[in-house]
Each structure stands twice: as C-alpha cells, then as structure tokens.
C-alpha cells in the first residue's frame, strides 16, 4: 500500500488525469485553466499534458462556458467545467440552475446533462465579499443537481472520479484554502472511487456527534484531538455529498451520543446545515437528545477583507471549541 | 425569389421538395389553431405561445438539415420541432399532460425535445438554448461529427448576455453553428424600435466577426436558400453564420396577449404577407403542382392534425407516482 500525502489540488489533479485517460469524451474548460494552470494551479501542466482541445481556455463569460459544457454534454461528451470563483456561478445560473439542473426531468427522461462544475469557495485569503462565499445552499436547493463538497485529498479524488462517472449535472465545491494542505491520510494510487451519497464517520466517541462540511471538518478534528486528551470523546461525521445527503450515519450516531454540534462556513440563515437540523428533528433519533442541537454557522454578513473581522466572520477552532465542550458539560 | 428561379435549376424546384415544404408549413399552421382551439374550449391548461404566421422560417432552415444535425428552440417552439420531424401524437399529447407525451407531461409547450430527430429542446428562458447550440457545435467539432447544430430564438433573445457570449464563442472556436434569429418584431410587447438601437439586428455579426444575412422569414425560399449556404460554410469549418429573418406572429405573445402594443393594421399587413399562400401561388405558377395538389397537402395536415388530436385525447393522463425517480438518470451499470 502506497502512503502518498497529496494536498487536494494535487489530488483532484490526479483525478482529472485518470478520467481524462479513461474516455476520450472527457475535457476540462474554463478561464485559465490552460497554459496558466487554472487560477489556484489546479489544472497545472494538463495543458500540455493533453493540449488545447481537451484543455479548453475561454474567455471571461460564465453563461457561455457552462451553457457549452451543457450543450456539449448533451451531444456525447464529459465536460468538467472551473469556475474561477464559486462567487461567478451566479453569472451562469440561468444554465445551471435552469437548464443544467432540469433538462433530464423537464424533457421526459429523453435527454440528460453528464457534466461537472469544478469551483473554488470559502474565505480565508483575503479576497472580500464577491471571492469568499460559501454557495452551497444554492445548488442544494436546486433539484437535480448532485452536490460534493470534500474535506480532504483523499475524498476528493474518489468523489471527483464518481462525479465524472455520474449521468448527471454535479457541482463540486472545492475550499481554496484546502488546496494546498496535505490531508492527514495518503490518496490511494489509480481508479479509485468514493460513490456519491455516503457520509463518511470520520473519527467515533460516545459524549458528542459533529456534523460539519467542508474545511470545517479539519478545525472540528483539532477539536476532536484536543478534547480527547481531556476524556471528552467526539464522533465526527461528514456528509461530503449534500445533494443526495445521507443521514443514516448521524441517526446512529446522536443515538449513542445524546448530543449533536453541526458546523458550518456559510452563513446560518437559510443554510444547508440546517437541513440536518431538520431531518434530525422530524427523525426517530430525535427522542435520543439529551441537550438542544446547537449550531455554528457563519455570521449573516457578507465576508469582510480585513483579517480580523474575516475570521470574526466565520466559526474558528476556539469557536468549535467551546460550543463542543459546552454542550457536554452542560448537558448530561 | 421568383418563381421564374423556382424552375431554373432552383433546389425547391423538385416538386418533392417543395411538396416537403408545403406540407410542414401546413402542419405547423394546424397544429398551432388546433392547439389555440383545445385552449379556447378549455382542454389543455398553462399557457401557449404560437407560431401562427412565422412557419416558413423554422420549415425553410430545417430543410437544409439532416437528422444529425442538432437544434435547440425557443418558448415559441411548436414550429421548430415539428419542422425537425417531431411526432405530432407525442407533442399533443404533451401539451395535454399525457404520458405519452414528448416529456410524460413534466414539461409541456416550452420543453419538447425530440432525440431521434436531433431536437435538443425547446426553452423557456429567452436565449436559454444559444450557449446550449454552441456546446453541441463544440461537441461535433472534438468528436467529428460532421453536424451543424442551429439555435432558434426570437429578437428578443439577442439583447440577452446568452446571445452574446454564445455567438462569440462560436466564432473564436469556428464552431459548425448557425443563430437563425427569428425576428417576429416584438419581445412580448416591446418592438424592436425600442429593444434596439441599430435598425438591422444582423450588424449584430461584424461585433463577432460572423457573417450575418437578412432573409426574408416568409418566404421559405429564401429561407431554404441562405439556410443551405450557412450550412455549408458551417460544414466545411469555416464557422458560424447569423441569419435573421423577418417575420412576424399574428397571434399575441401568450394568452394573456391584448395586442395593445400594436395596430390592428399591422397585423392586417402581415396577414396579407402570409407565407403559406405566398409559396402555394409560387408553385402553382412555377408548374410544379396543381392546385388541387396543394388543397390535397392541406388536407393531408389537417387529417394529420386530427387523428394526432384525437389519439392524445384519449390516452393515459401523465402519473405523478414516477416523479420522484424522474429526476436524476440512473447510472449504467
């Protein structure tokens, strides 16, 4: 067994590579994402790698780049589009949200769109309110979108590969401050896959269950470590796919644990965790709470630029912190 | 075009070509006043958007195609895809929520698609389908097809972003695309007067470097023509053409329409500009066919019309217990 620690550019890379070796009908389009690498290096050398047919730059026009990925996908081929920014899609929502999304259920089942959409999300560098969202929410409401949102290199590349594989419309939202950080496990060599639809039960205790997205998987496990030593032992879920989401795994898990945390970047209002607060409340493992469910979520504001008020605006690792011991020690 | 051209060599000068174009015309013309009369009496539901006057445009340029050829429409599709060779039972049948329909009755008048005749769907958001053609260009272009895909969309849709973006990417990518503007003067009620600045919506193409022609959208002749001349550049990798042809829609925008954005001396002009009568008189004169043929090609639609009508009528209401599956296309093992 190889024991590769790849950061998730790398491995979501490596991902595009094997499906671009796999079939022939599979290509990569976007702004920059040929000799340039794509704007956070995702793309790399793929360029010249593959050339620039199936490497694809545009021009700046989101509506015309994921209406051709849909056209084209329609037509026999496997288009894996990048957003530069996930902030953008809304220049493209018409083709997303309108076409892309209900072309397979509004047509009769006749046609269907096999395409990916690739974006980077999150604050964390700076970039202010129009760079930093975290847009899940939108595509999740959307029926007949499928919706990934890795944590870790690993995940990436299997769940990258399945989203190719998927006969539908799939949007993958990739952290930007994820890319460059090595997971904490290896990425396995070749084909592999992670199917859509699976919550992952990343680490297990008895005190609390964590359900969090995205790169607050990673500040919820620096929680989970430090809270371990103190004898406060934590099960730590993430869904990775929101769209289908699968609930099973935190059903069980709030069954031995009594007490549920969720955690995410996006704004609370109106976000996807709430939904998991939802299907918790109308479930039979609701009976098993023995504490309030408590939620951490971004404040409703748009992303500030400087760096205090940025990380004022989204929860930190002291903010998991002390929500997650709180809620034990308070509740038993 | 006269019908003098009609004789000499033309290539609707075969009276299997133009018989073709008669008969679609006819089929459009019936199937929208059998669809506007199902309305009025209270049998199909939703809204509608007819095409009634505009038939020679869609008939014209999809004579010029083949099977492989792709198309996308617009809201005001029925044209479009009964000009592509669509089933005329199934779009009735969609339109009256049947399962049969195009769509098992989940999409209705603005989302008919047709596979097996290249039809890649109607569309309900003005321009929704320009970039969707540009793909599928893209598409022939890395898999050598060989096909042109043509985007249908009214002159309202070429002041959307959709227009643009979509038209310059064909033509930096020398896409195999046709944007056949349909320019029927009014977005819902707002005339091309005011919509635009530029009197002939064809200088649109110098702005992306595509060769643009205005034709004449009634007159299925000159339709067919410049269509065949688009295709062929298109064909051969010398990338997108625009054709805008004028043509007008004697019916209001939708139900709601009460024409109040216009004379009903305008209307009355454009009546008398008929394309179906213009092309019939064409033919008679050109020797080509007999009057009593032409009544015959009338009669053939409406009997078409009909027996589609009267199937549909009859056959099962679409069922809402497949909905939730219907979503998502399930993977191939």
């Given at each position: ?10 491995a ?14 599979v ?12 704007a956070?290096?995702v ?15 545009t ?8 209406g051709?990925?849909?056209?084209a996908a ?6 894996i589009?990048?957003?530069q ?14 076409q ?20 980077p999300?999150?604050?964390?560098t ?59 496990e ?7 896959r ?9 680490r ?18 620096e929680v ?5 030593a ?16 699968d ?6 898990s ?15 209002h ?5 939904e998991?607060?939802?299907?918790m409340?109308?479930s ?9 469910i ?34 034990v020690?308070?509740?038993? | 075009?006269s ?31 059998a669809?506007?009369?199902?309305f ?8 509608m958007h007819?095409?009634i ?18 198309i ?7 044209g479009h ?8 039972t ?6 009256l929520g049947?399962?049969?329909g ?5 999409g209705g008048?603005m ?23 540009a793909?599928?260009?893209?598409a022939?272009k ?13 002159d309202g ?16 990518w ?7 503007c ?7 009620s707002s005339?091309t007067?005011k ?7 064809a ?9 643009a022609?205005?034709?004449d959208?009634?007159?299925v ?23 805008v ?17 216009r ?5 009355e ?7 179906i ?23 053939e ?7 589609a009508?009267?199937?549909?009528v ?18 191939s093992?």
């Open positions: 067994m190889s024991e590769r620690m790849l950061t998730m550019a790398e979501i890379r490596e991902a595009m590579c094997i499906a671009f070796d796999e079939r022939p009908e290509f990569l389009l976007g702004e920059d994402v040929g000799i340039y690498g794509g956070f290096g793309s790399a050398d793929m360029y010249h790698r593959y050339g620039a047919e199936r490497v694809l730059d021009p700046i026009a989101e509506l015309g780049i994921v051709a990925a849909v056209g329609l037509s026999g081929m496997r288009p589009v990048e957003i920014f996930s902030d953008f899609t809304a220049q493209a929502m018409d083709q997303i949200a309108n892309a999304a209900k072309i397979h259920f509004m047509l009769g089942g006749a046609l269907h769109v096999p395409m990916v959409l690739r974006t999300q999150g604050s964390g700076g970039a202010a309110a129009q760079h930093s969202q975290n847009l899940e929410p939108w595509f999740a409401s959307v029926p007949g979108l499928k919706v990934v949102v890795p944590s870790n290199p690993a995940d990436a590349k299997g769940l990258l590969l399945s989203s190719i594989d998927d006969p539908n419309p799939v949007i993958f939202l990739e952290h930007k401050l994820l890319y460059k950080i090595p997971g904490r290896p990425v396995p060599e070749g084909s592999t992670i199917p859509l639809g699976v919550s992952k039960v990343v297990e205790g008895k005190d609390l269950t964590i359900v969090a997205t995205g790169i607050m998987v990673n500040k919820a496990w989970c470590e430090k809270l371990s103190e004898g406060i032992s934590i099960t730590l879920i993430d869904p990775r796919t929101i769209s289908p989401l609930m099973q795994p935190v059903f069980e709030v069954d031995k644990t009594g007490r549920l945390l969720v955690v995410q970047e996006g704004p609370a109106a976000g996807f965790i709430n998991v607060i939802a299907q409340a109308g039979a493992s609701f009976g098993s709470l023995i504490a309030p408590k939620r951490l979520a971004g404040m409703n504001i748009p992303i500030p630029y400087a760096p205090q008020l940025e990380k004022a605006a989204v929860p930190q690792i002291e903010d998991i912190e002390i929500a997650a011991r709180e809620i020690k308070n509740w038993r | 075009m019908a003098q051209s009609l004789i000499m060599g033309h290539p609707m000068s075969s009276p299997a070509h133009a018989r073709h174009a008669l008969l679609y015309m006819w089929r459009i013309r019936k199937f929208e006043e669809v506007e009369d199902l009025g009496r209270g049998m199909m539901h939703g809204t007819l095409s006057g505009q038939e020679a445009s869609p008939t014209g340029m999809c004579m010029a195609l083949t099977l492989q050829d792709q996308t429409s617009t809201h005001r599709g029925h895809c009964i000009a592509k060779g669509a089933d005329l199934r779009m009735i049948a969609e339109l049947k399962e049969i195009y769509c098992g009755g989940r008048s989302h008919i698609a047709d596979v097996e005749t290249g039809n890649l769907g109607a569309n309900g958001v003005v321009g929704g389908g320009i970039p969707i053609a793909g599928a260009a893209l022939s890395m898999m050598k097809k060989g096909s042109v895909s043509v985007s249908f969309f009214g849709a070429m002041n959307e972003g959709a227009f643009h973006e979509a038209a310059n990417l064909a033509a930096i020398k896409l195999p695309m046709i944007l056949f349909e320019n029927n003067k009014y977005g819902m005339s007067e919509a635009f600045a530029i009197d002939n919506l200088d649109r193409g110098k702005g992306y470097g595509i060769p022609v205005n034709v959208g009634n007159d002749v000159d339709v067919y023509e410049q269509a065949k001349i688009a295709v062929e550049r298109a064909k051969s990798g010398e990338g997108p053409t625009l054709i042809a004028e043509t007008y829609r004697w019916k209001g925008h939708s139900r709601s329409d009460k024409n109040l954005y004379t009903k001396e305008e209307i002009e454009w009546r008398e500009r008929d394309p009568p213009k092309f019939t008189s064409k033919i008679i004169e050109a020797g080509l066919m007999t009057k009593e043929q032409c009544d015959a090609i009338a009669q639609a409406t009997d078409a019309i009909i027996a009508v009267n199937e549909s009859k056959a099962k209401p679409a069922d809402p217990a497949g909905l939730l599956d219907a979503v998502f296309k399930k993977a093992a």
